[in-house]
């Protein structure tokens, strides 16, 4: 499920609008074309009141993307792994990649358009969507179903165009529900990744 996350004690404060004001500011600003006064103006508070939850405009934006991508995936965890092929694991991933868009554009548009600025914060033992596809390859190469080849590579390749068509969507270029394009993206996936079968890699004599 992607929605803002904020603990029930805070949930009747002024913060649930201050971090759903960031996240909309920071998508059509950037986090360095923010400051904390645009942030409190549009939300209708005193500074103040952000610094009483945040020390610094970074840390709000940290905290947002953290927290976000975190339970984004932990949910994908939950969702892809139990799958029982390498095919089923990808369609799932892409299925919820576009059902978490949905449910929120904004949210997961800021966690898109972070992730090369803020993922570098990210302590090592944290675990982010490209672990769950790095997973989802390699086990699918020790089972036979995924070609053989580096398994960021591959996993770049396909993540890079679930992301990419999300971004398209993003600015406006496709206006239908994204959920209507999983079956044809993951079959367009599973098609790049799946482990050619002998007549395909003899090819043509």
Request: glycine share 6%; proline share 4%.
């Amino acid at each position: 499920m992607m929605n803002i996350i904020i603990s029930d004690r805070k949930q009747r404060t002024r913060l649930p609008d201050i971090m759903r004001t960031a996240v909309h500011l920071f998508v059509k600003k950037g986090i360095d074309g923010t400051t904390i006064k645009d942030i409190a103006k549009a939300a209708k508070v005193a500074e103040g009141a952000l610094y009483r939850h945040y020390k610094s405009k970074e840390d709000l934006a940290w905290e947002l993307f953290s927290t976000h991508l975190s339970k984004f995936t932990a949910d994908l965890m939950g969702k892809v792994y139990p799958e029982p092929t390498a095919e089923k694991r990808i369609h799932m991933f892409v299925e919820e990649s576009f059902t978490a868009f949905e449910q929120d554009p904004e949210l997961y548009s800021y966690l898109i358009l972070q992730e090369h600025s803020e993922l570098l914060k990210y302590s090592e033992s944290y675990v982010h969507p490209g672990h769950v596809v790095t997973k989802i390859i390699e086990d699918g190469q020790k089972s036979g179903e995924i070609r053989s080849g580096d398994p960021f590579v591959l996993g770049s390749m396909f993540v890079g165009g679930v992301i990419r068509v999300c971004v398209v969507k993003m600015y406006g270029n496709i206006t239908e529900d994204l959920k209507g394009f999983v079956d044809v993206v993951a079959q367009m996936s599973w098609t790049m990744l799946k482990k050619p079968s002998q007549t395909e890699s003899v090819g043509p004599s």
